[in-house]
């Protein structure tokens, strides 16, 4: 019985993905693209790399990598806590 | 983890060097070509796992020191942290040494270009700190796990 | 429908992991369905910044005068890559210290055998 109701909830919320996707705007023709107009256009004067992914993550978004290697480094500690009372 | 076979241990000993000198290159090369300090850390934190597989996690202990690999861990985030701080004269990661004149201070060439190591500012040694930190990540995770699976293998034989 | 090809293929990697966290009881199938979630998700990522006949947005020796693609969401991709790696080996542990715990990988009987 659970399973039949999980079963229908699935595929309605399956059918409504699908839906949406067909209906998304056409692939490969981005419409809003200041910002990222704007980092190609000036990564290069304004940091001096020459890869602009890499002068977004670690210039204009340089927060977010601090936060991203602060959960990094917080998923290692939890590891090993988790780990502490094995014996070898 | 058990050690694998002669053939195993010699191909690894063969391309052991070779995988962390390519992560090593991803992460110094990480502001001029596709890359960073991310991928370059998961190029080397894999060749640990090569090496933690093919050896077993007993003999790979001799190579591999958790503690050493976790020194190595806060020791990046320090340095990452400290270089975000440095630009705090005019904003958090602001990029101080960019165009600067200094280390890793020559201003690009606009446009198309082959590329020079000593542009970037402050980028090449974020990449290298978060480097560290992510192949030594890997490094501790991998033998944490490792060394949990051989506990819970033995106690089920028992 | 056929230009809009990639967005069906993100919608059956997600629909693969919701189906497996919704029928599957293994904590290990139940992490692979994670996972695939996640995937699906940076995929979705990358596809919205295609440009079509676009390259790398990196200057190094590219052929000169052509668009690039949108950089943005390539490194946010990047973030979410690292975090997924992270909840992933913190999964894996849990489900291994629930295996020592209780011999099993079987949510019911995990429920089942002590409260």
Known sequence: MKKI???????????FLIVSAINMRTF????ISQMDDYFIENAQSETGANNV???IVFDYRGFDTLGEATVLFTAVMGVVALFRGVKK | MKEMSRIVKTVTNFVYGFIIIFGFYIIAHGHLTPGGGFQGGAVVGSAFALLLVSYGSLNSREFLKKDILSLF?????ILF??????????TFFYNFLANS??????????????GNMNTGGVIPLMNIAVGLEVLSAFGVIVLTMASG???TKKKENS | MIGNLPYVAVVIFIGLGIYTLMFKKNLIKIAIGIVLIENGVNLFLITLGYRKGAIAPIYTQAPSGQV??????????LTSIVIGIATTALILSVAMMIYKHYGTLDTDQVRRLRG
Not at chain 1, 5 to 15: D, E, L, N, Q
Not at chain 3, 68 to 77: F, R, S, Y
């Open chain 2, 101 to 114: 004149g200094s280390w890793f201070g020559d201003t690009a060439i606009i446009g198309v270009n082959p």
């Open chain 2, 81 to 90: 942290i400290v270089l975000g701080f440095s630009g705090l004269g005019i």
């Open chain 2, 149 to 151: 699976a051989e506990f």
């Open chain 3, 68 to 77: 690039m693609v949108l950089p943005t969401p390539q490194a946010l991709t």
């Open chain 1, 5 to 15: 109701i999980f079963g229908i909830a699935f595929i309605i919320f399956f059918s």
């Open chain 2, 73 to 77: 861990e806060g020791f990046g985030l």
């Open chain 1, 53 to 55: 992914v890499t002068s």
């Open chain 1, 28 to 31: 490969g023709e981005p419409t």
